[in-house]
């Protein structure tokens, strides 16, 4: 059975890919995340995937477009419900390239992340496997997540320290800030314990 397997990142690919693989399924990647922010981190994801595809023979549909407008355009005012927003714009362009190209299931990296919410992403997978006439393969691919943070470690792949999205990388430098702020009132009022 071939599984069209949307493709956040390279590090996120490899467990996945690997566990499909040795159930006996035909794998093809597609790169589509409009999410992700600034450029440069668009094109570094891009060419991490690129590597890992090579040394993997993992054919992929890329979506080179910098996508940042239509994210921003069905995500803005409604950011508390940016992830399932964000969700349903990757899934459904997979499930619609899935039937496309004849594939007869489609699936997601997305499933090996510890962040991600599973049960939100199966929703919708199952949802648009009914709109689009092909199913949706769920799995939860989390058990493998130190397996693929090694292998990605080993093969020296950039990895990523936030899901891609600008307010991602806001909240990634918030905490930093929140935790600074906290430190210099606590040595202002002599309670810090250094």
């Not at 994801?45 to 993992?58: G, I, K, P, Q």
């Not at 399932?84 to 997601?108: D, I, N, Q, V, W």
């Amino acid at each position: 059975m071939t599984v069209l397997l949307h493709l956040c990142c390279g590090p996120c690919t490899i467990f996945p890919l690997t566990a499909l693989r040795e159930q006996g399924f035909a794998v093809q990647g597609y790169f589509h995340n409009p999410n992700i922010h600034p450029f440069r981190e668009f094109k570094q994801r891009l060419a991490t995937l690129e590597d890992l595809a090579r040394r993997t023979s993992l054919p992929v549909e890329y979506e080179r477009e910098y996508g940042l407008r239509e994210y921003l355009r069905r995500v803005v005012f409604h950011e508390e419900d940016r992830c399932p927003l964000c969700y349903r714009m990757r899934l459904a362009a997979t499930a619609k390239k899935a039937r496309e190209l004849g594939a007869e299931a489609f699936s997601t990296t997305l499933l090996y992340s510890r962040y991600q919410r599973h049960e939100t992403i199966r929703a919708l997978g199952e949802e648009l496997a009914t709109q689009f006439g092909v199913p949706f393969y769920y799995e939860d691919f989390r058990v493998g997540w130190q397996e693929g943070i090694d292998a990605s470690l080993e093969m020296g792949l950039y990895r990523q320290p936030y899901c891609g999205c600008i307010y991602s990388e806001q909240e990634r430098y918030d905490k930093k800030f929140r935790k600074g702020k906290t430190t210099a009132l606590l040595t202002e009022s002599g309670t810090s314990n250094e």
